[in-house]
């Protein structure tokens, strides 16, 4: 993500070994680690280059759209936990929390899948009961 | 799953299948026989379609409950009687079809369609409505059946 000033991982340009984010020297081989590849480098006068998150706000999936088709066809109380689920992603991103809202849109996506889960059990025991009852016929 | 020098990497065999990025087409071709089938045969009348589960166990109409009813009606150009059954599903199927439009051109091609960034109050609003939708169709007391399906 490069929304986050996360250190990046260096790869050796001799073995190909992961080191350290802050090793000057490989792990593995020993050989002198390049300090181009921990990213671009700035200096006074270079042309700005464009940052990659600059000027629009990380997209953060919420699942509102899923949770809505939870609620008419899956599992409405999965589908109803999901949409409050997508709401707090969207408070969070609205207020700048990206973590925060990282970790509801994980939860809606969860609860997308509890309701398509429970919405196929769901489906399976209907139809066994309207098959029982007689209320579903053949052609 | 293969481990070289250490590191483990995860390979998906469906993700790994080059029909992989076109799924949401196929979905939706897939979905099209379906919907001669809502087209062909009216949900309403017994036969084929199986009741709605949370209705066969409890008696009471879900959020849900109407939408094959309404898709029949929609389909045969009938809005208000769709509209009807559930205006809830109704309403949301445009939203629900210009979403499914953008997961398929966005996984084949790499094409985003603008979607703008709902409004948590929004978000709150409908799961208030749909929350009091739920329990109003059930209201057996006039005006309220008239949200049931």
């Not at chain 1, 680690?33 to 990213?39: A, I, M, R, V």
């Not at chain 2, 009741?51 to 094959?68: A, M």
């Not at chain 2, 009606?73 to 059954?85: E, K, S, T, V």
Request: with cysteine; net charge neutral; hydrophobic share 45%.
């Amino acid at each position: 993500m490069a929304y986050f000033d996360d250190p990046q991982p260096v790869f050796c340009t001799t073995c190909g070994r992961e080191s350290d984010p802050d090793a000057r020297f490989c792990d593995n081989c020993g050989a002198a680690l390049d300090p181009q590849s921990e990213g671009p480098q700035y200096a006074p006068g270079m042309p700005y280059q464009g940052d990659p998150g600059y000027g629009e706000l990380p997209h953060i999936p919420n699942y509102l759209v899923q949770a809505i088709l939870a609620t008419i066809c899956c599992c409405v109380p999965a589908g109803v936990v999901a949409i409050v689920y997508a709401a707090q992603v969207n408070g969070k991103v609205a207020a700048g929390d990206y973590v925060t809202a990282q970790r509801y849109s994980n939860n809606a996506k969860t609860w997308c899948w509890v309701a398509l889960g429970l919405g196929i059990v769901a489906a399976i025991i209907g139809i066994a009961a309207n098959v029982a009852s007689g209320s579903l016929g053949g052609f | 799953m293969a481990v070289a020098s250490g590191r483990i990497y995860y390979e998906s065999t469906l993700a790994s299948l080059p029909l992989w990025r076109f799924r949401f087409l196929l979905l939706g071709l897939a979905a099209l026989p379906c919907l001669a089938l809502v087209y062909a045969r009216n949900p309403g009348e017994p036969g084929i379609f199986p009741l709605c589960p949370f209705y066969t166990l409890t008696g009471l109409h879900c959020p849900g409950c109407g939408t094959l009813r309404g898709l029949h009606q929609l389909l045969h150009g009938n809005l208000l009687a769709a509209f009807g059954y559930n205006p809830y599903s109704m309403l949301a199927l445009p939203i629900i079809a210009y979403a499914f439009l953008n997961a398929a051109l966005s996984t084949a091609w790499g094409k985003r369609l603008p979607a703008p960034f709902v409004h948590p109050a929004l978000i709150w609003g409908l799961l208030a409505a749909v929350l009091a939708f739920w329990v109003l169709r059930n209201v057996p007391v006039y005006p309220f059946p008239v949200l049931a399906p």
